[in-house]
């Protein structure tokens, strides 16, 4: 379910007030090969749930996410010198809706004049496809039901988008959970709802008191080859507190070389709102001067690394 976009950024903003943050030791993630390898060789002999049994994951004022852990299943994987590494899970989730989780999901959906009364919707579940090697997720079922049961609207697309997963999206803690159960593990989870999630990497003030913090989301961290690749928040605030900009990127930083791109991301301002910065994003690596004060940011990266290495190396194929 993405809720047609979630209201991508500004339910961050709300959350988004800095502190900083000093990093901890975060545990690495422990793959259980083994337990694995013997649930798969059962599966054959499940027997189907007659009911789901949905497990609570998080609820906030407008929705409440669930997940059914016997709806994981492991779809693909590869084998590797240390065992089969997952590489396609399949779940299915479940959400259910406040009033206004309603009305706001059915105008997402364009759905708002077909139910004028948000009451109808009560709740929905989705199949979700997830892809860890790159934190993607794909919608390819979803059902809405009323309070009764009944299935009010369906859709099914075995086409549908891939949508990264970071702290913006609404399927995070599915995600998180299904990630979690498919590799034995809880550290997923976990990392999303640790105090630590979000590492400072640069703070600075300018002469004339413009600040600018910077920090990135370990959730997100993962290696690809000498790229460490992450989601991060910067903001500037004026010599009065008041924020100026924001900009939410994807970034991959090569560590050896000290040199940075953006690969996606939003910017936001007072006047404009949230705009997409993906149009304006060229590709290029900069190069981060190693006399700059901005090469605090490398350092910073290289010891997180050095510190987690199972953690930004998780669910790897080699």
């Known amino acids: 379910m993405d ?57 906030d004022d407008n929705y409440s996410k669930y997940f059914d852990p016997d709806s994981v299943v492991i779809t693909r994987n590869v084998e590797t010198a240390h065992g089969k590494v997952p590489t396609e899970i399949q779940v299915w989730t479940k959400t259910a809706y406040s009033y206004g989780g309603a009305q706001d999901t059915l105008a997402a959906y364009g759905l708002n004049k077909k139910f004028p009364d948000a009451s109808q919707l009560n709740f ?100 690809q080859g000498n790229n460490l690749v992450f989601w991060q928040w910067q903001e500037v605030k004026d010599s009065n507190g008041q924020v100026m900009e924001i900009k939410f990127l994807k970034m991959a930083v090569n560590l050896p070389q000290a040199t940075e791109k953006a690969i996606a991301g939003q910017y936001w301002t007072p006047k404009s709102g949230w705009k997409s910065l993906d149009a304006a994003i060229d590709g290029q690596y900069r190069m981060i001067s190693r006399t700059s004060e901005e090469y605090r940011y490398v350092l910073e990266l290289r010891n997180y690394v050095e510190n987690h290495s199972a953690w930004v190396h998780r669910y790897g194929l080699e």
Request: with cysteine.
């Open 3 to 59: 809720k047609r976009m979630y209201n991508l950024i500004g339910m961050g903003l709300l959350a988004g007030s800095f502190l900083v943050i000093n990093p901890q030791l975060v545990q690495a993630a422990h793959i259980d090969f083994e337990h694995q390898a013997q649930e798969e060789a059962t599966d054959t002999n499940k027997q189907p749930e007659a009911k789901e049994q949905w497990y609570w994951l998080s609820s």
């Open 124 to 223: 929905s579940t989705a199949q979700l496809i997830i892809r860890p090697q790159f934190r993607t997720v794909q919608c390819v079922a979803e059902h809405f039901y009323n309070a009764k049961g009944e299935v009010i609207w369906s859709e099914a697309n075995a086409a549908a988008k891939e949508r990264e997963i970071n702290s913006q999206n609404f399927n995070e803690d599915f995600y998180a959970a299904a990630v979690d159960q498919a590799f034995h593990q809880s550290r997923e989870m976990e990392r999303v709802k640790a105090k630590n999630r979000w590492l400072t990497v640069f703070d600075s003030t300018t002469p004339e008191g413009i600040y600018t913090h910077t920090k990135v989301d370990t959730s997100t961290m993962r290696m």
